[in-house]
């Protein structure tokens, strides 16, 4: 059966309880305090994100989008984000997102090149990228005008803008052995290199850009002379066999040297300071020439070993170059002549007189050398070394020279000229042989034949008087010779030292000095007593 109900009263009151507060879970604090870190970070790369460039590349050789970094003085400056093909795809375009301490060097002539391992000339450079990668590498410029897009360097330049020294232009006729890189000295030490060089504007030459290192650069002065010293400078000419080089790094890759010539320096150069580029020592050291006058000289004799550049001296002293060696007819003469023009450097002369003279005029210097020429002043070929055969022209006085006259009339003057010692040898040697063909052998050899004809009869004259001599003439020198050995055995028996006449000899020297000795004696009592001569010797008293 069902249970009664119980009273009301008995029934429990439901009680409301407060409900708690939702608590964070401690797993929630982990994503909470990444978002906050995240967008810690986010906040901070907006901070120091920089700008934005584009460099334009030939090609995207050591370049990787997200992985290539901009690196100055190795530290990280930016990283390339994109890489592309320019519109006409004959470039390649790196986008590359920079921090913002690289917004300073964002300059028209900051550079840009691509450090990877190269080896070139006299550089090995990028070895350390076998390792790291290849990267970006600046060169903040000094300019103020700001840049976004720049053309990157191909190679890595030689120069930063940050080395101290001074940069000097050259021009040249051409590059020879030289190229970027390309060592700089000065006495022998390298002191800079060759930066680089390009073609002149119309091609006649080229002009090159060289870094001198500073305190070096203090000795380019404004007078100083440039000259390549690429290889070995063999010389070959009157003054004999020369060799010149700089050091062997400039005989393989070759180099440019400087010097300033002696006497009074001039203030250093300026940056930028254009210089000629000498083809060596010898061209540039040449003292400057103001003062030129040219003469034509006509030689008789061969020119071989004669080359434009041989020296004219006078006296020993050099004061000229041959320019040029020409050919030319003459109509008249229905002949070739070979004109030999020459440079005369009157300033030279003139700067070794003792005392200072004023610049003479042309009608002065007309008769100056009118009057040396009559005197005997004549051109002259002379060999400068036999061992070369190289000739040079000599000017000195011949007194002993046939009347010339110099030609005003032609343009330039002609000079007149005297043979060289080689050339008078050579016609005193040809006069000489003319005289001995003129001479007949023939009859020389007759003459001679009869000559010797009558010297064998003469010959045998002599033989036969000999004969005779010996027959008739020695019986009798033989008994004469017999006679004197008898005489001479009669003379040696009579000087023996016992012969009787040497013993009757002896006695009568003894006797003679016996006489000597009273006489002696007898002297020395008439010295004492000269009255004994009239009273005579007294007795001697007992």
């Known amino acids: 059966m069902a249970e009664a109900p119980r009273d009301a009263t008995e029934i429990p009151e439901a009680l409301a309880v407060p409900g708690r507060r939702r608590s964070v879970q401690i797993v929630w604090i982990i994503p909470i305090v990444a978002a906050l870190i995240g967008g810690w970070l986010a906040v901070m ?233 000498f083809p060596d020592q010898t061209a540039a050291m040449k003292r400057p020439v103001r003062d030129i006058a040219n003469f034509v000289v006509y030689f008789g004799e061969s020119l071989r070993g004669l080359s434009p550049g041989a020296p004219v001296d006078w006296s020993g002293v050099v004061i000229g170059e041959v320019k040029s060696i020409d050919a030319e007819f003459d109509p008249e003469k229905k002949e070739f002549r070979f004109p030999v023009e020459i440079e005369f450097y009157a300033d030279r002369l003139r700067a070794r007189y003792r005392k200072p003279r004023a610049r003479t005029t042309p009608d002065e210097r007309k008769a100056l050398l009118d009057a040396l020429v009559a005197r005997g002043f004549r051109a002259q070929l002379k060999s400068g070394n036999l061992l070369t055969g190289q000739l040079f022209v000599a000017l000195d006085t011949f007194p002993g020279a046939p009347p010339a006259t110099v030609d005003w009339s032609k343009s330039p003057p002609v000079l007149p000229s005297t043979p060289g010692a080689l050339e008078e040898l050579q016609v005193m040697l040809a006069n000489v042989s003319k005289k001995i063909e003129e001479i007949s052998f023939d009859e020389i050899g007759a003459d001679a034949r009869q000559a010797l004809d009558a010297l064998v009869r003469t010959l045998k004259g002599m033989d036969a008087l000999v004969q005779r001599l010996d027959q008739e003439l020695a019986p009798a020198a033989r008994a004469a010779l017999e006679g004197a050995r008898k005489t001479l055995a009669s003379t040696e028996q009579t000087l023996a030292s016992d012969a009787p006449l040497q013993q009757d000899l002896r006695a009568a020297l003894r006797a003679l000095t016996r006489t000597a000795e009273s006489l002696r004696i007898l002297a020395d009592t008439l010295e004492r007593h000269p009255e004994t001569l009239i009273r005579g010797k007294q007795e001697d008293e007992p």
């Open 45 to 277: 790369a907006i901070l120091e994100r920089g700008p934005t460039i584009r460099i334009t590349f030939n090609t995207a050789e050591g370049l990787e989008a997200g992985k290539t970094t901009i690196k100055y003085k190795n530290v990280n400056m930016g990283t390339v984000t994109h890489i592309g093909l320019s519109k006409d795809r004959s470039r390649v375009i790196a986008t590359a997102q920079l921090t913002n301490q690289a917004e300073g060097f964002l300059v028209e002539d900051t550079r840009f090149w691509v450090v990877r391992p190269r080896i070139a000339g006299s550089q090995i450079s990028g070895l350390g990228t076998l390792v790291s990668g290849s990267y970006i590498g600046v060169d903040i410029g000094k300019s103020t005008k700001r840049k976004r897009k720049f053309t990157g360097l191909e190679t890595p330049p030689i120069v930063t803008a940050d080395l101290p020294g001074l940069e000097f232009v050259l021009n040249g006729e051409d590059l020879g052995s030289l190229d970027i890189g390309s060592p700089v000295y000065f006495r022998r030490i390298q002191v800079g290199q060759v930066v680089a060089f390009a073609l002149d504007k119309y091609g006649k030459g080229v002009t090159l850009r060289i870094f001198v290192h500073s305190p070096y650069d203090r000795y380019v002065r404004a007078n100083t002379r440039f000259w390549q010293a690429s290889g070995i400078d063999l010389t070959l000419d009157a003054a004999g066999v020369k060799v010149q080089t700089e050091s062997l790094a400039s005989i393989l890759l070759g180099g440019i040297a400087f010097q300033t010539p002696p006497g009074t320096a001039l203030e250093a150069a300026e940056k930028g300071a254009p210089f000629t580029l």
